[in-house]
């Protein structure tokens, strides 16, 4: 039984069923925005676990374009670096992993308080150090429909497939929830399981805390990892509180001061099987990103 099909399958019934009952829906009640759409972000992140740690550049530019006033469209491009400080493994010790990424979208109103969107973006993920193949490709595909219950209120529901797109076939498939609060200066975002936070809005600062989840696959085509590896899989959570200076208008500041609660590189072979598996234990992070809004 194909589980991956038949996720997307029950979802776009659902998608079905909510159009044909919401075109009946004559509510023309209008909803401000959230917040603005953030359309470039660049951060440094640091970790530092002993003899084990990890250091992060991140960097994206989306920008959304309104193809008529009920479709939108989404284009974007994301480049994010992580270097791996793993002293007790001269296989690893000091390999980069990058990550580089087209993203391209549609919004669909469907009424003013449905909205669906999918987002689909191919993703060259390896060390990148030798020439780059189709063993470095994977492709994921977000597929969310929105509804806003009041101004203060929105939920959402949703799947995100992510898969290796040659040799092994790596796939990975899970539901979305996503939630945005926003009332008396309290501001709750989240887009389930992969971050939370929550935050208290003043006109030019913001505080508050986060939780947030980080899973990345990479094809490891570096001529100094073992013949066996295939795939290494990092994936991170942190919690901790967060400040956002935003005395720029559409320009905001955000520093984020945390503890790792989560961190491991797995190394797999081209039959999925693990080989090798770092945990940076209890360490600190620190990350300064930079947002420009619209």
Same mark, same amino acid.
């Given at each position: ?17 909510? +159009? ?16 603005? !759409?953030?359309?470039? $972000? ?7 676990? @002993?003899?084990? @740690? ?5 960097g994206s530019l989306k920008y959304p374009y309104a193809i008529k006033p009920d479709l939108y469209l989404i284009t974007g491009a994301n480049y994010f670096l992580n270097r791996c400080n793993i002293n007790d493994d001269l296989y690893i010790n000091n390999t980069n992993l990058h990550s580089i990424s087209l993203s391209i979208g549609v919004i669909k109103p469907i009424t003013n308080r449905l909205n669906i969107l999918c987002l689909i973006s191919p993703t060259i993920a390896s060390t990148l150090k030798s ?35 040659? $040799?092994? $076939? ?11 609060? +926003?009332?008396? +200066? ?47 899989? !990092?994936?991170?959570?942190?919690? @901790? ?16 001061? @945390? ?27 620190? $990350? ?7």
């Amino acid at each position: 039984m194909n589980y991956h099909k038949l996720g997307f399958i029950a979802l776009l019934k659902i998608i079905i069923i909510t +159009n044909a009952y919401t075109k009946q829906n004559t509510d023309t009640t209008s909803f401000p925005r959230f917040e603005k !759409f953030p359309v470039f $972000n660049i951060n440094y992140q640091y970790s530092s676990g @002993g003899y084990r @740690g990890f250091a992060a550049i991140d960097g994206s530019l989306k920008y959304p374009y309104a193809i008529k006033p009920d479709l939108y469209l989404i284009t974007g491009a994301n480049y994010f670096l992580n270097r791996c400080n793993i002293n007790d493994d001269l296989y690893i010790n000091n390999t980069n992993l990058h990550s580089i990424s087209l993203s391209i979208g549609v919004i669909k109103p469907i009424t003013n308080r449905l909205n669906i969107l999918c987002l689909i973006s191919p993703t060259i993920a390896s060390t990148l150090k030798s020439t780059v193949s189709n063993n470095d490709i994977f492709l994921q595909t977000d597929l969310i429909t929105t509804y806003r219950i009041s101004k203060s209120t929105e939920v959402g529901v949703g799947l995100s497939y992510y898969r290796k797109m040659y $040799n092994n $076939n790596k796939q990975v498939i899970y539901p979305l929830t996503t939630v945005k609060y +926003n009332r008396n +200066n309290i501001y709750i975002s989240a887009t389930l399981p992969s971050d939370i936070s929550i935050k208290i809005r003043k006109k030019k600062r913001d505080m508050g805390i986060y939780a947030k989840y980080t899973d990345k696959f990479y094809h490891s085509n570096s001529p100094l990892l073992t013949t066996d590896t295939d795939l290494l899989n !990092f994936s991170q959570i942190t919690v @901790g509180p967060t400040y956002t200076y935003k005395d720029w208008k559409d320009m905001h500041i955000k520093i984020y001061l @945390g503890f790792v609660v989560h961190s491991k590189l797995k190394a797999f072979n081209r039959f999925n099987n693990k080989i090798s598996e770092h945990k940076p234990s209890g360490s600190l992070i620190f $990350n300064i990103a930079l947002h420009i809004l619209k």
